[in-house]
């Protein structure tokens, strides 16, 4: 497969901070751009193990409004809103999608984070990650294929501080320094005719 041969020559120019303050957040619109980036959705679609968590909200059990999963080194289980993961071995592309994003932040990462939301009455509510496995200041590599959806950034202290971007497909988001201190994400449900999108978050959680 020559999905990311030469890609990083390409597409790894140093792009600005979309963040005003507080925190550094790198934006590659392109990033995962060969022909193959196509078919990255359908293969992550039919390959990855996907689950329909949920959690309980004053008694009741709710879905979450997307589908997970969790991929990782060793075998440690991991928990993440209030979900026990236990984590599998990464696929042959994972590990191409996690190489390339490696060596755009210059960072090992030892597990994956996946979502995929089948319409646009699937999101992910505003949190930081901040989960204590993650280091002071994590830096978090964050894959998008598939539909374009709104990522939107709200201040934790400073009300007026809000930055939104859109996520296309191919597009890497790196997330680092002080930004989960500071800083709450989130991908909005919309009531717009939208596509299925899957988004890969890279971490490396210390045990
Ligand atoms: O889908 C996205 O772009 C965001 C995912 C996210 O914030 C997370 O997995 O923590
Ligand atoms: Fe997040």
Redesign the pocket.
């Known amino acids: 497969m020559t999905l990311f041969d030469n890609q990083l020559n390409i597409f790894n120019t140093p792009n600005q901070n979309i963040l005003p303050f507080d925190g550094e957040v790198l934006l590659y619109p392109n990033f995962y751009q060969e022909d193959g980036v196509y078919a990255i959705f359908e293969e992550l679609k039919h390959t990855i193990l996907w689950k329909q968590d949920a959690m309980k909200i004053y008694g009741k059990v709710v879905n979450f409004p997307?589908l997970?999963s969790w991929y990782a080194d060793g075998d440690q289980e991991y928990i993440?809103s209030g979900v026990v993961n236990t984590p599998i071995p990464f696929t042959p592309l994972l590990l191409k999608i996690k190489e390339a994003a490696e060596a755009q932040c210059d960072k090992q990462f030892n597990s994956a984070?996946?979502?995929y939301?089948r319409n646009g009455g699937d999101s992910?509510g505003w949190?930081s990650?901040d989960e204590k496995e993650l280091s002071g200041n994590p830096v978090?590599a964050?894959a998008?294929f598939g539909a374009t959806?709104t990522?939107q950034f709200k201040h934790k202290t400073q009300k007026n501080a809000r930055v939104s971007v859109g996520?296309n497909n191919g597009s890497l988001?790196i997330m680092q320094g002080a930004t989960q201190h500071h800083w709450l994400?989130?991908?909005p449900k919309t009531a717009k005719e939208m596509g299925p999108?899957i988004?890969i978050?890279f971490r490396d959680i210390k045990y």
Do not use: C, E, G, P
Request: hydrophobic share 35%; aromatic share 14%.
């Open positions: 997307r997970t993440y984070l996946l979502n939301y992910m949190h990650d978090i964050s998008s959806r990522f996520l988001l994400h989130q991908v999108r988004n978050t």
